[in-house]
C-alpha cells in the first residue's frame, strides 16, 4: 500500500495555500501532516495540562460555536483560561483550512472544538467506542446524509509524548471488502430508530452502511490485525488533517490533543467523486440518501 499520509513542511497556521496535489490527497482520504505545526500554550493554560480538568464522566472537553464550554470543573479562571486556549486553537484550525482549500469555506459547518487532556491507553471501552480499533467515524444518533467530516487535530503533549494512530488502507477497499457482509438497510427500521429517538433524523441508507462499515471493521479482530495499515507517531507539536469518515484510523496511545471537526456537503468538494456517498452510491448502484 501507498504511504496514505502526506507531510508537508508548513509553519505558519495562516500561511498555507491551496495546492492541487494536496488537495487531491485530502480528497482521496490521505492524512496531511505538519510536523512543523504546533500549537503553543500561553504560560497560564500549563495548568490546563491535567485530566483533573474533566468533569465527572466526561472524555473530552468541549467549546460549543457559541462560545459555550463544556466539561471542565474548576474556578472561573480556569474555566476562562480552558475556553481561550480552545478558541484560539479553533482561530487557527479555520484559518488553516481556510488557506488549503478555500473553495469549502462558504460551505463549512463548524461543529464544537474539543479539548482530549485522557490518556488514550487507559481508557477502557466497548469494542464499539473503542477508538483503539481501526474505523472509520459514522455517527449512530446523528445522521447526516453524506455530509463530510473533516478533522484538524493538533498534539499538545508537554512531556513530549507522540499520538500514535494506525492509518488504514483506501475508503473503496474498506467499501469493497464490507459490504458484501453488512446488513442491507430496512427504511421501517430506519423510521422506528426515528419513532424512539435513537436517531436525531431518520436514518438514510448511507447512513446505515457507512455505522455497518464502522462496526464491521471494529469488531472483525482479523482485519484490525492483518488489513494493510501504517503506524504513524505524530509527535508533539505537530498537527494533522483528514476527512475521517474516509481516512481509517485507530489512536493507540497519546495525551493532550486539540481537535477540530468540520461538516462540509460532499458536493462542495473539489472533487465529489471521491467522497464516500459518490463511492457507495456507485458501489451499491442505488441512490443512497
Ligand atoms: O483520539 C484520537 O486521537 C482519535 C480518536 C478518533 O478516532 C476520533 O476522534 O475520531
Ligand atoms: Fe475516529
Redesign the pocket.
Known amino acids: 500500500m501507498d504511504s496514505q499520509v502526506v507531510e508537508l513542511g508548513l509553519r505558519d497556521w495562516r500561511g498555507a495555500t491551496p495546492d492541487h496535489g494536496w488537495i487531491a490527497a485530502l480528497e482521496a482520504g490521505k492524512v496531511l501532516y505538519f510536523p512543523r505545526l504546533a500549537f503553543g500554550l500561553l504560560p497560564p493554560e500549563q495548568r490546563l495540562l491535567t485530566p483533573s480538568l474533566l468533569a465527572p464522566d466526561v472524555r473530552n472537553i468541549s467549546l460549543d460555536a457559541e462560545g459555550r464550554l463544556k466539561g471542565v470543573v474548576g474556578e472561573a479562571g480556569l474555566q476562562r483560561d480552558a475556553a481561550a486556549m480552545i478558541g484560539r486553537f479553533r482561530a487557527q484550525a479555520l484559518a488553516l483550512v481556510g488557506g488549503l482549500v478555500p473553495d469549502y469555506v462558504p460551505a463549512l459547518r463548524i461543529a464544537p472544538t474539543s479539548y482530549?487532556p485522557v490518556q488514550?491507553e487507559t481508557r477502557t471501552q466497548s469494542w464499539r467506542a473503542d477508538?483503539k480499533r481501526m474505523?472509520i467515524?459514522a455517527f449512530p444518533s446523528r445522521p447526516n446524509y453524506g455530509e463530510r467530516i473533516l478533522r484538524v487535530?493538533v498534539n499538545v503533549n508537554p512531556d513530549g509524548l507522540p499520538?500514535v494512530?494506525r492509518v488504514g488502507e483506501p475508503f473503496e477497499a474498506v467499501a469493497r471488502r464490507f459490504l458484501p457482509r453488512v446488513k442491507s438497510y430496512a427504511p421501517w427500521q430506519a423510521r422506528i430508530l426515528q419513532a424512539l429517538h435513537v436517531t436525531k433524523s431518520l436514518r438514510s441508507e448511507y447512513d446505515h452502511l457507512m455505522l455497518q462499515l464502522h462496526d464491521a471493521m471494529k469488531s472483525d479482530a482479523d482485519y484490525q490485525r492483518h488489513a494493510p495499515q501504517q503506524t504513524m507517531a505524530f509527535p508533539s507539536g505537530s498537527a494533522w488533517v483528514c476527512f475521517?469518515d474516509q481516512t481509517p484510523?485507530a489512536?493507540m496511545s497519546?495525551q493532550y490533543?486539540l481537535?477540530q471537526t468540520l461538516h462540509l456537503a460532499a458536493s462542495r468538494q473539489y472533487n465529489p467523486e471521491s467522497s464516500p456517498l459518490a463511492i457507495l452510491s456507485r458501489l451499491t448502484g442505488r441512490t443512497i440518501v
Open positions: 482530549r488514550v477508538d474505523h467515524d487535530f499520538r494512530w475521517s484510523h489512536v497519546g490533543m481537535e
